[in-house]
C-alpha cells in the first residue's frame, strides 16, 4: 500500500450544528458546502475536516488534530475570546510554539506554529 495523503479527518460529536458553529465561528473554517443531516465538512488549508454525528450509545472518540497558525498567542486569545475551552497555554518547544482548545465534545485541538515555518 502506498498513501498519498490524508483525504479528510473525520470527528464524531454529539451536536453535529453546535460543533458545525464551533469550526466554522470558533475556528474560523470554512464550510465546504458539503453537507447533510449525517454530515458536514469544513476546509483547513489542504486538508478537510468532516463532522458526523455519534452514534447512539457510543462516546465519541476523541480525535487530536494541529491546526496550523502565525500566532499561538493570538490564535489562542482569539478562541478563548470566542468561548472555547482552553486545555493548555502556549508552550514553546524545540520544534514549534503550541496551545490546545477543545470542541464541544472536549476533542482536543492543537494551535501550532511550527519554527521552522513550514505546515502540513
Known amino acids: ?43 483547513a488549508g489542504s486538508t478537510t475536516v468532516a463532522i458526523t454525528p455519534a452514534h447512539v450509545g457510543l462516546h465519541p472518540p476523541q480525535v487530536l488534530m494541529a491546526l496550523a497558525v502565525d500566532d499561538v498567542d493570538a490564535a489562542l486569545e482569539e478562541a478563548r475570546q470566542a468561548g472555547a475551552t482552553v486545555l493548555q497555554e502556549t508552550r514553546d518547544t524545540p520544534a514549534c510554539f503550541n496551545a490546545m482548545i477543545a470542541d464541544p465534545d472536549g476533542n482536543p485541538i492543537w494551535l501550532h506554529k511550527r519554527k521552522d515555518g513550514t505546515f502540513g
Request: charged residues 30%.
Open 1 to 43: 500500500m502506498q498513501v498519498k495523503g490524508v483525504d479528510f479527518i473525520w470527528t464524531l460529536a454529539s451536536d453535529v450544528e453546535e460543533t458545525s458553529r464551533f469550526y466554522r465561528d470558533v475556528l474560523g473554517l470554512k464550510p465546504t458546502g458539503i453537507q447533510d443531516d449525517d454530515w458536514c465538512e469544513f476546509q
